[in-house]
């Protein structure tokens, strides 16, 4: 056998989640390969550059923990991480923990199969590489695999077609040019203000009206990051006590309905001036009580109200079909202000959706809209749309794909069974979308280490949930969805914007604190539900 091609494990993905990934396996002794796509790490940030690209939440938190020389040598400039800094970091980290000599990058992984008599993964590339390894890992991201809308005509467009998620990395200049935008999801909320300034003129196609707050977004004060680094064990062990994995936002007490109207308005109004997602943390209940819950998004809506002149585009902006918070919360800077443009224009495509595309025009029933670039910011085939799109066999005449054909069955959402060896970084099932992102990420890729470093210690070939484990931490998951709100919104988390695919609501939202104590609760019982042989 040729050794270059063997290793003791592969990460597919060079995001956040595989570049910590392979640091870890590495200093444990591992051999390690990792196949990314893109040309650089950075993941999401990576492919994600388009105008106003940011993370929605503050770059203080949204970081790696997992060394404290890092998180104490990088300094943000910024309130929330742009997504140049984010580029920048993720480099620095590579270039810090000389992760590039592992990693295989413009390669994508086609293809992983497994031996059930050696109990090995064998991988292909598109560039025709063959890797094997005993343990594959799967960090391909949520929110990974662009969704093209299947609006007929939109292949014959003549003009410059843009996918949020796939910006040319030399960026884009729209000066002078009429530019149409498909989507109003957090993308859209961020790109639009930026492409309205330069553009000759932005019509704006919005399906579903979004919440959005201000992010208030700006220099981060160095005093502030000073203080916060002194205490950052703190601050990250107190994140992990809370529901989103987010420090700055801690576990409410009250309902919304154990104040007075006067003090639930004020409270609002102190988290519209905070801006972010503090919204969403004033009450207990703003995701499980509908009527609390109205009081939240009317206040918004209030806002919206305020912002936009035109009291028929700022009834058309202001959503109404979903809770607030079910879909995920948009952070902005001077969206709804945007529209008071005189050079933006806003096309209601719920009604009457588009009917087609023609090689320079959008065109909603009779109306026409001439247009000269075409930016789609239709979102992801969230959550399994990467893994699916690897053909995954486990030798036992199984896909993933068809395993998953009623939707993302796993445990934990870190191993599938059926999958012996086979692990994913914040896969369907776990809290990863629904948190603060890389912390967990963090603790997702320790639990893996962990269960590695466990067969090593124990000789023991291979791990896997028992189907029943999977099976009760599936409905689960369904039943702390269901005692939510969150299923009411036709949203990715609920695969509702891929037609076709299954509605299941694949986060886990009992929140951080929970997942966490549960798996040390299984690990501190042997691993229960794991099978090892
Ligand atoms: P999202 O949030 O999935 O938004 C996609 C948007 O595109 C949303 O407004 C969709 O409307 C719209 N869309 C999709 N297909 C169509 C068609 N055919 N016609 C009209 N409108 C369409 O993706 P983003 O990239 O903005 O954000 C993804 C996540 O990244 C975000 O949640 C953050 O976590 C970061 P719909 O709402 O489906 O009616």
């Known amino acids: 056998m040729d050794a270059s091609k063997n290793f003791d494990a592969i990460v597919v993905g060079a995001g956040f989640g595989g570049m910590y990934m392979l640091h870890r396996l590495r200093s444990m002794g591992l051999t390690v390969r990792v196949y990314e796509r893109g040309g650089g790490v950075g993941g999401t940030w990576y492919w994600n550059r388009y105008p106003g690209a940011r993370c929605d939440l503050e770059s203080m938190e949204y970081s790696y923990s997992f060394d404290d020389r890092l998180q104490q040598e990088w300094n943000w400039s910024e309130k929330y991480g742009t997504q140049p800094e984010l580029l920048r970091y993720a480099n620095h980290v590579a270039d810090r923990f000389d992760l590039r000599r592992d990693i295989v990058f413009g390669t994508k992984v086609v293809s992983a199969h497994r031996d059930p008599t050696t109990n090995l ?76 300034e330069q553009a000759l003129n ?123 918070g079910t879909k995920r919360l948009c952070l902005d800077s001077f969206y709804f202000e945007t529209y008071n443009r005189d050079n933006v224009r806003l096309v209601d495509v719920k009604e009457t959706p588009i009917t087609r595309i023609e090689p320079n025009a959008v065109v909603v029933g009779d109306n026409v809209f001439e247009i000269d670039d075409l930016i789609l910011a239709t979102g992801f085939d969230a959550m399994t749309g990467a893994a699916k799109d690897i053909d995954i066999q486990n030798g036992n005449g199984e896909s993933l794909t068809d395993h998953w054909a009623q939707g993302p069955q796993t445990y934990l959402g870190l191993m599938v069974a059926g999958f012996p060896n086979m692990y994913i970084i914040t896969g369907p099932q776990s809290p990863g979308v629904k948190s603060q992102m890389i912390l967990s990420i963090e603790h997702h890729v320790d639990l893996i280490a962990c269960l590695i470093q466990k067969l090593h210690d124990e000789n023991f070939n291979s791990v896997v949930p028992e189907a029943l484990a999977q099976d009760n931490w599936v409905s689960h ?57």
Not at 159 to 168: A, D, E, I, Q, S
Not at 248 to 267: C, I, M, N
Not at 478 to 501: D, Q, R
Request: with cysteine; net charge positive.
């Open 121 to 196: 993964w064998t991988l292909t590339t598109d560039t025709g590489g063959v890797a094997i390894a005993r343990q594959l890992i799967l960090a391909t991201g949520n929110l990974s695999t662009p969704q093209l809308p299947k609006i007929a005509g939109v292949a014959e467009f003549s003009g410059r077609t843009f996918h949020t998620g796939r910006w040319p990395q030399e960026g884009a200049n729209f000066s002078g040019r009429q530019v149409g935008i498909i989507g109003t999801g957090s993308s859209a909320v961020q790109t639009i203000p930026h492409v309205a």
């Open 202 to 324: 932005l019509t704006v196609f919005q399906r579903t009206a979004n919440f959005s707050i201000p992010a208030h977004h700006g220099p981060l004060d160095a005093t502030m990051r000073e203080a916060h680094k002194k205490k950052y064990n703190e601050i990250r062990e107190a994140a992990y006590q809370t529901p989103f994995g987010i420090a700055k936002y801690g576990s409410p007490t009250l309902s919304a309905f154990d104040v007075s109207d006067e003090d639930r308005q004020k409270t609002y109004e102190d988290a519209w001036k905070t801006g972010g997602q503090a919204l969403l943390f004033c009450y207990t209940d703003l995701l499980t009580n509908k009527k609390s819950n109205e009081t939240a998004a009317e206040f918004v809506r209030q806002r919206i109200r305020d912002t936009v002149k035109n009291p028929h585009v700022a009834e058309l902006l202001c959503p109404k079909d979903h809770p607030i």
């Open 477 to 533: 998951n369904t039943e702390v969805a269901n005692s939510t709100l969150y299923p009411a919104a036709a949203s990715w988390y609920m695969g509702a914007n891929i037609p076709g695919k299954p509605r299941i609501f694949m986060p886990y939202v009992g929140g951080v604190r929970q997942y966490r104590a549960t798996c040390q609760e299984i690990i501190e019982n042997g691993w229960r539900g794991f099978e090892f042989a």
